[in-house]
Nanobody, 120 residues
Framework: QVQLVESGGGLVQPGGSQRLSCAAS????????MAWYRQAPGKQRELVAA??????TNYADSLKGRFTISTNAKNTVDLQMNSLKPEDTAVYYC???????????????WGQGTQVTVSS
């Protein structure tokens, strides 16, 4: 079993910053990729940013320059969000693509999500 636990959501004022963290635990042989997605009310879930083995990153075009994804500890991924706007309000989900053993295929896991609300 693998669990992803997010932290760091909450209420932030427009123009402010917020940092989200996600820790993966359980039967992990190797993590291939970790990512953050978000889903705003009435909208589809969308990719925010991803980081793969070798620290390759990719971002949603609209978020480049404001959001930064990083891995600062083993099996964790952080998302630094700056210059937040009301339209960034959403539930943010951690996602991980994980090998649980040396000879098993990768599987996708999701966290429970953490609410980020940008409002004055």
């Amino acid at each position: 079993q693998v669990q992803l636990v997010e932290s760091g959501g909450g209420l932030v004022q427009p123009g402010g910053s917020q940092r989200l963290s996600c820790a993966a635990s359980g039967s992990i042989f190797r993590i291939y990729r970790m990512a953050w997605y978000r889903q705003a009310p009435g909208k589809q879930r969308e990719l925010v940013a991803a980081i793969s083995s070798g620290s390759r990153t990719n971002y949603a075009d609209s978020l480049k320059g404001r959001f930064t994804i990083s891995t600062n500890a083993k099996n964790t991924v952080d998302l630094q969000m700056n210059s937040l706007k009301p339209e960034d309000t959403a539930v943010y989900y951690c996602n991980a693509d994980i090998f649980t053993t040396s000879n098993s295929p990768r599987r996708i896991y999701w966290g429970q999500g953490t609410q980020v609300t940008v409002s004055s």
